[in-house]
């Protein structure tokens, strides 16, 4: 939902330099890598000041809108044909999944004024949550530590942690074994 | 939705040589433009037929089938991603938006047949209507002006102007404020 | 859903490999060649292991993620933008048609494991079945002859013969009329 009804530029001129300079790495340097070189996109997305952790697997197709609005702690995994779209930012924590073709949508229009204002809002992904393939999550939603969100489905609002959703809207559909480690240490939903 | 089943080509000949040199130009000269060239963009879109108004946008990663059944008024903007499958003609009128990989797909088949014939239909994009990102349009819709088809969602039927629409099939979620202009000029749904 | 999560690669060396190849074949020689250039694909995919029936029609932006694992009867139908994920084997029955961007999706991971591990699971579509554009199959699913999911549906269960589902998780819509020459035979779902 980037800016294709306004008239005037939706971003400041620093910032669309910057994405053109990140695109054109992208396709020339980040997108063609093999698979396995996940060290060398890291190292890409922290040349544009993406904050990563340890082994972060970001994969070649994945698409990143802006890596100075990424966040991720360590070992998380962002699919090929997934999508961050983070004109605000977007952070996933520790054991984080976003599956092919998922879609982290940070940013949609006020419809209801009429030049159609862009609105960006920070979306937040819990340790060990899973977005399944083709999923869609809205701008400004919270999925919760170890939250599923289910094949295609749309969050709308917030995930609680541990549990599983599916559908458009996305709805709970059961409850997820929280995985040892977690309760161990006693982490919390964000 | 093309044919891949019927044995025999669903599209005369001239159909199809006209939509092989539309795919050269396009993979040539439109797809690889930079993002700001929306005049160059309508200009090969004209070549091939399309009517095109004042500064529509349709930006360089989406697709039209076939240029020659796509009319646009003025400020149209079609997004990176978006799909006009138009073997029947596709309308959007002024300030109609189509978000990223949104899908107009103006053709299906008759499935109850046993040779499975194509059926293409004619699909009208109002004023100000905003078809969000990975949203479908099925053959066939009126969407009126105004309206909002959002995220995902697939609109089955045709949607009344100025209310805003979820879920597949589409549902009534809530009114839209009409955009004062819109009231002024008397504009109503197509 | 491809291994993003697992530490551990979730396949052996010689999938790994073979995977590999394939995909540089479907760079260089699968995926530029001309659209009515069906019988050549299919003998790419028959070196890499596919079974394919007579005149079977693999579009050319078509995704086969492991040919070893595709059985085709005659007359397949797989559209552009279609992907076909089979860890474990997929099959498509005379006469199946699958539309563009659908996604035949033949693994999941298991997240009430703490070590997420993938679970891969055949799906078959029976004759005259069509998965219509953007239609998600999961894992583990049959899809019965004549059965048509909707735009963009997710199945989720089995779909019985000739009867039309829609929505996520699709449900039962209609019934669809069957094709004389099935009754004929007297060919049930598999």
């Known amino acids: 939902m980037e800016d294709v009804i306004n008239r005037r530029a939706s971003f ?6 910057l994405r053109f300079l990140w695109g054109a790495v992208r396709i020339v340097l980040f997108a ?15 040349c544009f000041g993406a904050s990563l952790g340890r082994d972060c697997r970001i994969y070649p197709k994945a698409q990143v809108w802006a ?24 952070s996933l924590a520790t054991y984080a999944i ?33 977005i399944c ?29 541990w549990k599983v959703y599916a559908g458009i809207p996305a709805r709970f559909v059961k409850d997820r074994t929280p995985i040892p480690q977690m309760q161990e240490t006693g982490a919390t939903a964000p």
Chains 1, 2, 3 share one sequence.
């Open 12 to 17: 400041p001129l620093r910032n669309r330099v």
């Open 32 to 46: 063609p890598s093999p698979r396995p070189f996940h060290a060398w996109r890291a190292f890409l997305l922290r």
């Open 67 to 90: 890596p100075w609005n990424l966040k991720c702690d360590d070992f998380v995994g962002v699919a090929d044909g997934a999508i961050i779209y983070n004109p605000a930012p977007i």
């Open 98 to 130: 976003v599956s092919q073709e998922a879609y982290l949508c940070g940013a949609t229009h006020d419809y209801m004024k009429p030049h159609f204002p862009l609105v960006s809002s920070q979306i937040t992904i819990g340790r060990y949550a899973w």
């Open 133 to 161: 393939a083709r999923a869609t999550v809205q701008p400004g939603v919270r999925v919760g530590d170890g939250a599923v969100l289910g094949l295609g489905a749309v969050a709308t609002k917030d995930l609680d942690p």
